[in-house]
């Protein structure tokens, strides 16, 4: 993310997404009644007939839609201005579509919480991101690490069966699929899984393509399934090949909170305790959901209020397979100095 200007007297930031992960932090930065200046394109009719013309709009934010697949972030809102004045209906309705390189400016009351987000998204930007592949004999799992979580790509199976004369040709069909998968990869890679398998593509990826294979790490992991690949986020594995990621910190934080849940004082969760907590000066990290750091008013008092405190705050994805843990505790969580019971 690139941060044009900053006018913190004026609460105006003037912003452009510079990868996927970017429009999700956006999403995350907006909230109900933020101001969202942009270049747009909006329908205009001159009689009988419609033409879209290009205005520059402000609206008033109700909601967003982050779209993955479509590569962009919907802001939906009224017109509170815009020029030229005569494309623009003032308290009309409209969308701004920002994609990825796109130019937004947003006014709206920066708390602490939104300003770290911003810098995590800057920080974020010039680490690469991580293709993993979990394989057998039998099939191969894929995926992509990004900063809201895990994006699960295509799977391949093998139709050969060892019993069966065209055993090696089916064998080479299915390697040379998960190839042709990886062959354009700007990603770092990684490759992981029990048994063999994992070893003869490499050695098929060494004669087809040399380069590509110095690119590929190759790891031990239990199975060829998305658990497997869960396996790596939790022994370290992506940190040692890409540096620290944000989604592999937050499942070593919401597997910690469990075992301590299980055998210790020293965490606690919901609103209440954790406000409690903050109160006794106890609180030492909070995990909180970032759907709820957008929408709960009580949680952002909480989050708020920590800059008054030494205590850490992690915002979790809701998308990623820790997001989904920490909300079945109310989405939010801490870590403690000591014990308040």
Known sequence: MRVLFFDRKQETMKIVPETLEDLWH???????DDKVSSSTMRTVKFGDTEEKKPVFITLGVEKTEFSKSLNRLRIFGKILSGTPEDFVQIGRHHTIDLEIGGKIEVQKHWKSFHLQRIKDAEKE???PLVKIIAMDDEKA???????????YGPEFESSASKKSDDYESKTKKYYSEVYNYLKDSKEKIIIAG????????????????????????FENCSYAEKTGILELLKR????KVSGKQRIEQEERLIEEFILHLNKSLLVVYGVKEVQRALESRALAKLLILDELLRTDKAIQEIAE??????CELFIISKDSDAGMKLKSFGGIAGFLRFSIN
């Open 26 to 32: 956006i999403e995350n930065i907006l909230e109900k």
């Open 125 to 127: 930007a010039s680490r």
């Open 236 to 239: 370290g594995v992506i940190e």
């Open 194 to 217: 029990p048994g063999f398998a994992k070893e003869n593509l490499k050695k098929y990826i060494d004669e087809k393509d040399p380069l590509l294979s110095k690119k590929i790490i």
């Open 305 to 310: 209020s920590l800059k008054k405190s030494n």
């Open 141 to 151: 799992v894929t995926a992509v690490l990004r900063g809201y979580g895990l994006e």
